[in-house]
């Protein structure tokens, strides 16, 4: 019989148990004990023991050791080059700084009844911060800002990716479509303003946007390179025969464009019809504002005119995954937040805080979209330079200053300090009395502005220098709220980088050049940007154009600027005219 099928009881003992058996049943016959504890009792006491405490101090050995392991895994940052198909949203807050975001936060928690600790999304998603500069200034323009991300290399105020010698430099967006990426650009100022230039056109001045415009639907060496096209700036694809033409000439880039392929829509109707990008062919050029689409407190009420920063975004994201959905590649898209830089030229914070809402709206869709495609993704999130000096603060008088900042002031104004001086300059279009425009002035501060206390001296100087109207209307506000501003310009402050990913985005973690942020963008795709800046250079031959204003034979990249454009650019569209030429504004502090 096998042993494990023998009865118990006939089991043969151990021969470590046999004596101490004996020694047991000596003690039954006898009826004495045996008194005697084996002393292999004690030793498993002390064995039991010992192994205990040497698997305590294993365990603790191996947490110690997955500890230091996890630590180090974290320390090591990931490779820049990841592999397989990817998606890379780029942001640009143009002239955002860290103040706007101050600014916002606690205008967004008065308006909303919100605790403290509601914040923006944005403030959840900040990596570190970009140094700004310019190769010919402390203080950068939006153009040298944008071609260091574009090119990855600091270039001159006014540049629109052309290095200081003036010699082209491929694009990141070039390099992706080359590659096979699909690409897009949305904004909300004109398209061919400087940010979306850099990505797809070549031009030594960023004033020349007719010239942008044909490049960035094709007509340059390297052929189309823009896949979707959403924004305003249709005065400059319509022919000077043509009423709201900007062009000087009579060339309709809307025809050039469709001989590279693009399907065109200019309306809000032809844009919902391309029902959130489930319905677009891809090429696509939607221009919905001659010019720029009005700042988000004056569009909200003009939805049914223009489509919001975020409506584009997700229309541009949904056509572009679509458009990539059986490729191995996937697609490159720089999204702007092009009017936040407006409000700060004009020191209107009413403008501001709804600018900076809206792209924080438009940084959370972009967020769920990268959450629930099943692409691999990562979005950054930059500005090219902060606008206005601002400061969340304001000493009214020559006393002490008091620590207040009061948000529920811009939370009463209704509309753009830009937007009143329009509906003014409309009012004052027909002959007016004195009379009548000090009464339109008062109730356009109370009902518009929010204002009820304005002074007489504001109303006078509003009705005697209506040019300067936009500022003062501006500044009525920012006095009140306690909002400061150094300058109608740019500042050389430190912008924030914000990624949705931070470990994907690990290069850009802590302070950085500015052209660290475009050698990231490449990087993360894998792209060629070198090999696109020597084909421009070598196909850029014999692409030369006619100058439509003084009809003399120039590069294809225009005019050659001297030094006094480069140090003092031009920002007439950003500006609303050059307020040195204007009388100065005493109210206003200037």
């Not at 973690?509 to 993360?524: A, K, S, W």
Request: aromatic share 8%; net charge negative; with cysteine.
């Amino acid at each position: 019989m096998a042993r494990s099928q023998e009865p118990l009881l006939t089991r043969r003992a151990s021969d470590r148990s046999n004596d101490h058996d004996l020694a047991e049943e000596d003690a039954l016959l006898t009826g004495e004990p045996t008194n005697r504890q084996p002393p292999s009792d004690r030793w498993q006491k002390w064995r039991e023991l010992g192994l205990f405490l040497w698997a305590l101090i294993a365990t603790a050995a191996i947490i110690v050791l997955a500890i230091v392991y996890q630590k180090h895994q974290a320390a090591k940052p990931p490779s820049p080059n990841p592999t397989g198909k990817r998606n890379l949203i780029f942001m640009v807050s143009d002239g955002m700084g860290p103040t706007s975001l101050s600014l916002t936060r606690g205008f967004k928690q008065y308006q909303h009844a919100e605790s403290w600790d509601n914040v923006l999304v944005l403030d959840k998603h900040m990596i570190g911060q970009s140094r700004t500069r310019s190769s010919s200034s402390l203080v950068t323009d939006s153009a040298a800002g944008a071609t260091a991300f574009s090119c990855g290399f600091k270039s001159y105020n006014g540049a629109i990716s052309v290095l200081p010698n003036h010699e082209p430099c491929g694009t990141v967006l070039e390099a992706a479509k080359r590659a096979g990426y699909m690409t897009g650009l949305v904004v909300t100022t004109r398209i061919t303003d400087a940010t979306p230039a850099c990505f797809a056109a070549h031009v030594n001045m960023r004033s020349e946007e007719d010239r942008i415009a044909e490049q960035m639907v094709g007509d340059y060496p390297l052929g189309r390179v823009v896949d979707l096209m959403f924004g305003g700036g249709r005065c400059h694809f319509l022919p000077n025969t043509t009423e709201g033409s900007c062009r000087a000439d009579d060339n309709d880039i809307r025809t050039l464009a469709g001989k590279h392929g693009f399907s065109y829509v200019d309306n809000r109707e032809d844009f919902d019809g391309l029902n959130l990008g489930s319905a677009i062919n891809l090429p696509m050029l939607g221009l919905f504002a001659d010019h720029d689409i009005p700042y988000e407190v004056d569009r909200r009420n003009e939805n049914d005119i223009y489509p919001s920063l975020d409506e584009m975004a997700r229309t541009a994201m949904r056509a572009l995954s679509e458009a990539t959905r059986d490729s191995d590649k996937g697609f490159f898209l720089m999204i702007e937040g092009s009017r936040i830089d407006h409000a700060g030229h004009a020191n209107d914070p009413v403008a501001q805080v709804h600018e900076v809402l809206a792209y924080d709206k438009t940084v959370a869709s972009v967020l769920e979209f990268l959450e629930k495609d099943p692409v691999q993704g990562v979005m950054v999130s930059t500005s090219d330079h902060e606008t206005g000096g601002l400061a969340a603060a304001r000493q009214l008088h020559t006393t002490y200053p008091e620590y207040l900042w009061y948000p529920g002031v811009l939370a009463n104004a209704s509309h753009s300090a830009e937007r009143l001086a329009q509906n003014y300059q409309k009012f004052l279009s027909a002959q007016r009395n004195e009379d009548e425009t000090i009464a339109w002035l008062k109730n356009a501060v109370e009902n518009d502005l929010g204002i009820h206390d304005a002074s007489e001296e504001e109303i006078n100087n509003l009705a005697e220098n209506p040019d300067i109207s936009p500022y003062v209307f501006a500044d009525m506000v920012s006095r009140r709220s306690q909002t400061g501003w150094s300058t109608h310009g740019h500042s050389a402050a430190d912008v924030n980088i914000f990624a949705s990913d931070p470990i994907a985005a690990s290069p850009l973690v802590g302070n950085h050049e500015n052209t660290e942020v475009g050698e990231f963008l490449r990087n993360y795709l894998s792209v060629d940007v070198e090999a696109i800046t020597k084909e421009l250079r070598s196909k850029g031959i014999g692409h030369g154009k006619v100058d439509a204003m003084t009809g003399e034979s120039i590069g294809w990249m225009g005019r050659m600027p001297d030094e006094a454009e480069i140090n003092d650019h031009d920002h007439l569209d950003h500006y609303q005219g050059d307020f040195k030429k204007h009388k100065r504004c005493e109210i206003c502090g200037m």
